[in-house]
Nanobody, 115 residues
Framework: QVHVVESGGGLVQPGGSLRLSCAAS????????MGWYRQAPGKERELVAT???????NYADSVKGRFTISGGNAKNTVILQMNSLKPEDTADYYC?????????WGQGTQVTVSS
């Protein structure tokens, strides 16, 4: 079984930065990709950014140039650096880990961008 845990959410003013971290743990699996998704109130969950085990990245158009996804120092960890945050970035952010045809989600971390 794979457990995914996020950390780093919070309240930030517009234009500010936040750094989200995610770690996947367990045994008997090889992670193929990890990513961040977000869900704002009343909206569907949407992709923010993903990174493959080979380092290939993919971003939603709305965050390109502002957010950066990268692998963490520890195995099966991923970082989302969010800069120039906007009120429309307010959402619950979820980390996803994929291996083969399977995936696992974290519980989510709340990001609020407000003055």
């Amino acid at each position: 079984q794979v457990h995914v845990v996020e950390s780093g959410g919070g309240l930030v003013q517009p234009g500010g930065s936040l750094r989200l971290s995610c770690a996947a743990s367990g045994s008997g699996f090889v992670i193929n990709a990890m990513g961040w998704y977000r869900q704002a109130p009343g909206k569907e969950r949407e992709l923010v950014a993903t990174i493959s085990s080979g380092g290939n990245t993919n971003y939603a158009d709305s965050v390109k140039g502002r957010f950066t996804i990268s692998g963490g120092n520890a195995k099966n960890t991923v970082i989302l650096q969010m800069n120039s945050l906007k009120p429309e970035d307010t959402a619950d952010y979820y980390c996803n880990a994929r291996w083969g045809i399977f995936d696992a989600w974290g519980q989510g971390t709340q990001v609020t961008v407000s003055s």
